[in-house]
């Protein structure tokens, strides 16, 4: 069977306030919800009525069994999501200060099992012959998560579409500055780069998005999609073809999981072979829809969301 999306990266378990615009040494009452970049962005693809699977890895204990339940509650296949015995699945505390105050808390010592993942173990058949396979820049950030990932990336040699999600976490390298040799690397063997102002600078040197995305374009890739925050999303296709599109008005109430939306929202529109204002427009109204809602994952809009939320020019 070939996938139409297969994400390789992150997973864990949030554990988000149910009160808002309250410290964590207050907070009285959490959900817990299934996280982690690369696998929200498999969710949000599954929402969108694409087959999806996720490599990644839990610990073999009873969050690593609530994660597995969870994404098959999602209709995203787990059948590469295996446990790391002696490590503990990783859990994330956020707080939550609208509008635009979201303090992370990762708890992933002594290591997060999804950097365990073995390039030996890697099914390299699914992933050269699924229509768009998804890595990470947090899959680069140790061993042997980071040979993995290239080994994946070669062995796909830009066949269909490959993206790469910047997603540059300081926190998670021994040593930051070591990133970009690897960051560089990785480009070579995509086909669309996906990150912010502060990721593009980290894989390009560059800040500005118009000459970031020409750096993504010289680094290899064929389509640079640099996200600007309030600005909205850039977009710009080795073909001459570009999008500029400005952000949906929403009024939000966690902005953490929005880039996941996008990036889900981004890969169907890649999928269906729209043209790239409309899967900019339909990426970013994603987005602004799972800012609107406190969880990640559960929040992930259906298409018809998406479309009413594009049509009326807000969330509503």
């Not at 505390?93 to 030996?120: N, S």
């Amino acid at each position: 069977m070939a996938y139409d999306l297969i994400t390789m990266g992150r997973i864990g378990v949030d554990l988000y306030p149910l009160q808002t615009g309250v410290p964590l040494p207050q907070v009285t009452s959490f959900g817990k919800f299934l996280g982690g970049s690369a696998t929200n962005v498999a969710v949000a693809a599954a929402r969108l009525g694409r087959e999806v699977a996720v490599i990644t890895r839990t610990g073999d204990d009873p969050f690593g069994t609530y994660l597995h339940e969870a994404l098959r509650g999602f209709g995203v296949d787990d059948r590469w999501v295996t446990a790391v015995p002696g490590l503990p699945t990783p859990v994330t505390f956020c707080e939550v200060f609208p509008p635009d105050d979201f303090p992370l808390y990762f708890y992933r010592q002594p290591k997060a099992p999804d950097l365990e993942i073995d390039a030996h173990d890697l099914d390299l058949d699914a992933v050269r012959d699924t229509r768009v396979f998804w890595v990470t820049g947090t899959g680069l950030s140790e061993e042997p998560s980071r040979t993995a990932t290239l080994a994946a990336l070669a062995h796909r040699a830009r066949s269909g579409t490959t993206v790469f999600d910047l997603d540059w976490r300081p926190m998670f390298w021994r040593d930051p500055e070591s990133a970009c040799p690897f960051y560089a690397e990785a480009l070579r063997h995509t086909t669309v780069a996906v990150g912010n102002l502060d990721e593009v600078e980290v894989a390009t040197g560059v800040r500005e998005p118009h000459a970031a995305a020409r750096a993504l374009l010289d680094a290899g890739v064929e389509l640079a999609v640099v996200k600007q925050g309030p600005k909205g999303v850039l977009a710009v296709s080795r073909t001459g073809e570009s999008a500029e599109v400005p952000p949906l008005p929403v009024t939000v109430l966690n902005g953490l999981g929005a880039g996941d939306a996008f990036g889900g929202s981004l890969c169907h529109g890649l999928l269906a072979g729209w043209d790239l204002e409309k899967t900019m427009r339909h990426a970013n109204a994603a987005g602004a829809i799972v800012a609107s809602r406190l969880e990640c994952s559960s929040a992930m809009p259906t298409a018809g969301e998406i479309e009413a939320a594009v049509a009326a020019g807000a969330v509503l």
